[in-house]
Nanobody
Framework: QVQLVESGGGLVQTGGSLRLSCAAS????????MGWFRQAPGSERATVAS????????YYADSVKGRFTISRDNARNTVYLQMNNLKPEDTAVYYC?????????????????WGQGTQVTVSS
Protein backbone atom coordinates (compact mmCIF):
# COMPACT_ATOMS: atom_id res chain seq x y z
CA GLN A 1 0.00 0.00 0.00
CA VAL A 2 1.29 3.45 -0.91
CA GLN A 3 -0.10 6.68 0.50
CA LEU A 4 0.30 9.74 -1.71
CA VAL A 5 -0.18 13.31 -0.53
CA GLU A 6 -0.24 16.18 -3.03
CA SER A 7 0.47 19.79 -2.16
CA GLY A 8 1.22 23.05 -3.91
CA GLY A 9 -2.05 23.82 -5.60
CA GLY A 10 -3.68 27.22 -5.46
CA LEU A 11 -4.94 30.23 -7.34
CA VAL A 12 -2.66 31.86 -9.89
CA GLN A 13 -3.08 34.33 -12.73
CA THR A 14 -2.64 33.46 -16.37
CA GLY A 15 1.04 33.18 -17.16
CA GLY A 16 1.96 32.33 -13.59
CA SER A 17 3.69 29.28 -12.17
CA LEU A 18 3.05 26.64 -9.55
CA ARG A 19 4.98 23.62 -8.38
CA LEU A 20 3.02 20.61 -7.23
CA SER A 21 4.58 18.04 -4.94
CA CYS A 22 3.50 14.51 -4.20
CA ALA A 23 5.02 12.77 -1.20
CA ALA A 24 4.87 8.99 -1.05
CA SER A 25 4.86 6.89 2.08
CA UNK A 26 6.76 3.97 0.62
CA UNK A 27 10.46 3.54 1.19
CA UNK A 28 10.55 1.56 -2.06
CA UNK A 29 9.38 4.68 -3.91
CA UNK A 30 12.22 4.29 -6.39
CA UNK A 31 10.59 1.15 -7.79
CA UNK A 32 7.39 3.01 -8.67
CA UNK A 33 6.51 4.85 -11.83
CA MET A 34 4.68 8.08 -11.08
CA GLY A 35 2.13 10.09 -12.97
CA TRP A 36 0.23 13.34 -12.74
CA PHE A 37 -3.36 13.54 -13.91
CA ARG A 38 -6.01 16.23 -13.84
CA GLN A 39 -9.75 16.45 -13.92
CA ALA A 40 -11.72 19.58 -14.68
CA PRO A 41 -15.43 19.90 -13.81
CA GLY A 42 -17.53 18.04 -16.34
CA SER A 43 -14.49 16.45 -17.95
CA GLU A 44 -12.87 13.06 -17.80
CA ARG A 45 -9.59 12.55 -16.01
CA ALA A 46 -6.67 13.26 -18.31
CA THR A 47 -3.02 12.32 -18.22
CA VAL A 48 -0.69 15.26 -17.69
CA ALA A 49 2.74 13.66 -17.36
CA SER A 50 4.50 10.52 -16.23
CA UNK A 51 8.01 9.54 -15.19
CA UNK A 52 9.71 6.21 -14.84
CA UNK A 53 11.35 4.89 -11.70
CA UNK A 54 14.72 6.55 -12.20
CA UNK A 55 13.48 9.69 -13.93
CA UNK A 56 15.09 9.07 -17.31
CA UNK A 57 11.86 8.53 -19.25
CA UNK A 58 9.15 11.15 -19.17
CA TYR A 59 5.92 11.66 -21.04
CA TYR A 60 3.81 14.81 -21.46
CA ALA A 61 0.40 15.44 -22.84
CA ASP A 62 0.53 17.67 -25.91
CA SER A 63 -1.41 20.36 -24.08
CA VAL A 64 1.36 20.85 -21.50
CA LYS A 65 4.53 20.15 -23.49
CA GLY A 66 7.05 22.94 -23.12
CA ARG A 67 5.23 24.39 -20.08
CA PHE A 68 5.19 21.60 -17.49
CA THR A 69 8.09 19.53 -16.17
CA ILE A 70 7.80 16.34 -14.16
CA SER A 71 10.68 15.28 -11.94
CA ARG A 72 11.34 13.09 -8.96
CA ASP A 73 13.64 12.90 -5.97
CA ASN A 74 13.86 9.29 -4.88
CA ALA A 75 15.82 10.23 -1.77
CA ARG A 76 12.84 12.30 -0.64
CA ASN A 77 10.13 9.92 -1.94
CA THR A 78 8.66 12.85 -3.84
CA VAL A 79 7.56 13.61 -7.37
CA TYR A 80 7.09 17.15 -8.63
CA LEU A 81 5.20 18.91 -11.38
CA GLN A 82 6.57 22.33 -12.27
CA MET A 83 3.88 24.25 -14.14
CA ASN A 84 4.85 27.42 -16.00
CA ASN A 85 2.92 29.77 -18.24
CA LEU A 86 -0.34 28.55 -16.79
CA LYS A 87 -3.54 29.04 -18.73
CA PRO A 88 -7.19 29.07 -17.62
CA GLU A 89 -7.68 25.71 -19.33
CA ASP A 90 -5.18 24.21 -16.87
CA THR A 91 -7.72 24.73 -14.09
CA ALA A 92 -8.48 21.32 -12.59
CA VAL A 93 -7.93 19.05 -9.64
CA TYR A 94 -4.49 17.51 -10.05
CA TYR A 95 -3.79 14.00 -8.83
CA CYS A 96 -0.59 12.06 -8.53
CA UNK A 97 -0.56 8.31 -8.95
CA UNK A 98 1.86 5.43 -8.49
CA UNK A 99 2.41 2.05 -10.06
CA UNK A 100 5.07 -0.46 -9.16
CA UNK A 101 6.75 -0.60 -12.55
CA UNK A 102 10.03 0.08 -14.29
CA UNK A 103 8.26 1.58 -17.28
CA UNK A 104 6.38 4.88 -17.51
CA UNK A 105 2.67 4.06 -17.74
CA UNK A 106 0.66 6.76 -19.42
CA UNK A 107 -2.96 5.79 -18.82
CA UNK A 108 -4.74 6.38 -15.57
CA UNK A 109 -6.10 2.83 -15.47
CA UNK A 110 -2.53 1.54 -15.34
CA UNK A 111 -1.94 3.11 -11.94
CA UNK A 112 -2.72 1.46 -8.62
CA UNK A 113 -2.43 4.20 -6.01
CA TRP A 114 -3.83 7.72 -6.04
CA GLY A 115 -3.56 10.84 -3.95
CA GLN A 116 -6.49 12.93 -2.79
CA GLY A 117 -5.87 15.70 -5.32
CA THR A 118 -4.98 19.36 -5.14
CA GLN A 119 -6.93 22.17 -6.77
CA VAL A 120 -5.24 24.40 -9.33
CA THR A 121 -7.17 27.45 -10.48
CA VAL A 122 -5.85 29.79 -13.15
CA SER A 123 -7.65 33.11 -13.45
CA SER A 124 -7.81 35.03 -16.71
Amino acid sequence: QVQLVESGGGLVQTGGSLRLSCAASKDTFSTYAMGWFRQAPGSERATVASINWIGRNTYYADSVKGRFTISRDNARNTVYLQMNNLKPEDTAVYYCAARKSYSDPRRGDEYDYWGQGTQVTVSS
